[in-house]
């Protein structure tokens, strides 16, 4: 359960949030001229920013600051004030926001901690903001948050003080962060490195806007291209997911941090925001699949950012690298792998351009070492960037210098600069320096973003921010919207069906189980078993015995008559001395399937994230090494089989050391199929297919057990 009052499944009006990030009117509640205070400072840099709409103090003990008038009651406020910033102790904010209510005021921006994240009681009030807010149609910003800056119109409701951003441009980073203090740190690398921002936004502690209601806003503003967002809880997935799709059908790309993927990452995330930590490893299948960059660090959301924002069009996965060191270029292959990017092999006979604009001795490869030849010839670098831009299989170019002193480093930053403003380099360029710290010009630099360009401290931060950029989901080509039927005659929700009935309800999606008969009797075992043929293996069925084995109820190899009489005395006794009160549906005899590889395939639907699949190696090593994939439900066959290839242990189903290719597109169908049935069947909780039995290809699969849980 959340710790906030849960807000309507409606987002927040346009008009509402447009109150608030672009005032026309602005109150400071608790206004000050004592320097460093939070009234003082918000109204420093309001004056500062140049606001030009009515700003009303209040302050109970004050009727003048700094030359403008002062009341001493929220009750004295003209009706309609846009936006209040509440700069005041706690104590005071629930009065404060009734009577902001109470005015009409279209939004509050409370900066007090105190609430959720600090107990019951704290809790409690803050449900009781939102509901005043609900109830006037106002839209809150926190509690426990810093506040907002609305570049653009250059407004700002915070009492921190930034840099002046000095970047302009049509595209434009909008921040939106739960956490303020993160939020206010990527503003400062965004303007550090001169990337226009269209605004920053603190959420806090969400007790009436969350980070859903400032996505979906920012989808529709057309001044903000890439919106970077730091989200310790999303608390409205479903809005949230929506949000995000609808501003990548706007053209915009959204990336996400969202810590909490460690067991100790999500307890600090609860008591930092108030807010219960969800899966982490749920979420990431779902926001990948709605199109967010989801990435690890501050230091990537920052890169990757910048990429998409001097970027407009999504460089494509294959990569062009220059390098200036053999080592270098070996080290940058490894992480090329690691990550997983593009690194398209090319060579003097596919690629002539290249060959002809590099000296005899280096040779044509990727990534490409032009050694130290571009010092004796500051041309070099131009004519290589200039083939590179030319080559197809290449969607965007990192270029590693070495900038060990300034004058050297200035030559070749020269020659970059040179190729730029001929126009020789047509496609995404990412300037890396492989020495931090190096000499180079801070007037280079600028140059560089002054032309579109992002520069990068090190190749290393460069590669992993191609990677996740260029890791953006699309469409698959085979993807469809068909849906399943969905499963009916289920039972009761909170309840398990047991193996012989989830069986008979997903055989008709032409799954393959192995042939068996249920039983309550010895005898009526061994004539199943008779007509079945052995080997069999005898199941103990009941629906409050979701894990047999553990109660000795699953007896297998049994080859004759007289050794089934015997196993079904032996499942028997463990099952009645394991579970004494338990009285089974009975017992399953089925025939012993062949071996084969022994996968695991699963499905859960999330009460907040809705369905999502698994699939991964089964028996010792699903619990050893966890070599799992999750999906989400609408993946088409392709993706599907993309996923599976990406197990640690796939090679074993791709002919490894002369073993058989597997038939992993019959295992593909399967995982398929059962999404399309989960997404039609939303009263289904969990499906565990374990173990799953992948035969060699063209032989297809069986599913030795499989539970529902409803």
Known sequence: MDTVLSRPAEALARADLARLLKPKSIA????????????????????????????????????????????TTVDHLPMGVDAAVLAIPRAGVLDAVRGLAARACGAAVIFSAGFAEDGPQGLADQQEIAAIAYKAGMVVEGPNCLGLVNFIDNISLTFIEMPQARAEGDRRVGIVSQSGAMAAVLATTMIHRDIPLSCYISTGNEAASGIEDYLDYLADQPETAVIAMIAEHIRNPSRFLAAARRARLAGKQVVLLHPGSSAAGAASAATHTGAMAGDHALMAVHVRRAGIVLVESLEELGDVTEILVRCPALPDPGIGVVVESGAL????????????????????????????????????????????????????????LAALAQEPRVGAILLALIQIETRTSHVKFSAVLDALDQKHVGKPLIVCGVDEGGGVLDEDVAALRARGVTYLPTPERGLRALARAVSISKPDSDHDAVQAAPLTGLGLPGTTIPEYRAKALLAPLGITFPPGRMVTSAEAAADAADILGYPVVLKAQSPALPHKSDAGGVVIGLEDRAAVIAGWQRLTTSVAAARPDLVLDGVLVEGMAPRGVELIVGARCDPLWGPTLLVGFGGVT?????????????????????????????????????????????VARLIHDLGRTLMATPDIREVDLNPVIVYPQGEGVIVLDALISL
């Open 329 to 384: 270029k070996a080290m940058l292959l490894d992480l090329a792998e690691t990550t997983g990017l593009a690194l398209p092999a090319l060579d003097a006979t596919t690629s002539p351009l290249l060959r002809e604009a590099l000296p005899p001795f280096v040779p044509v490869t990727n990534p490409l070492d032009v050694t130290a030849q571009g010092l004796v010839d500051p041309g070099l670098y131009g004519r290589t």
């Open 28 to 71: 400071i509640i608790g206004a000050s001229d004592k320097p460093g205070s939070l009234g003082a400072s918000v109204l420093s840099n309001l004056e500062r920013q140049g606001f030009d709409g009515a700003i009303h103090l209040v302050n109970p003990k004050r009727d003048e600051i700094g030359g403008r008038p002062c009341i």
């Open 622 to 666: 699903a619990e050893l090494l966890h070599d799992v994939r999750l999906l989400p439900p609408d993946l088409g066959i392709a993706e599907i089989t993309a996923e599976i290839s990406r197990l640690r242990m796939a090679p074993l189903l791709n002919g490894f050391r002369g073993s058989p290719v597997m038939d992993v597109p019959a």
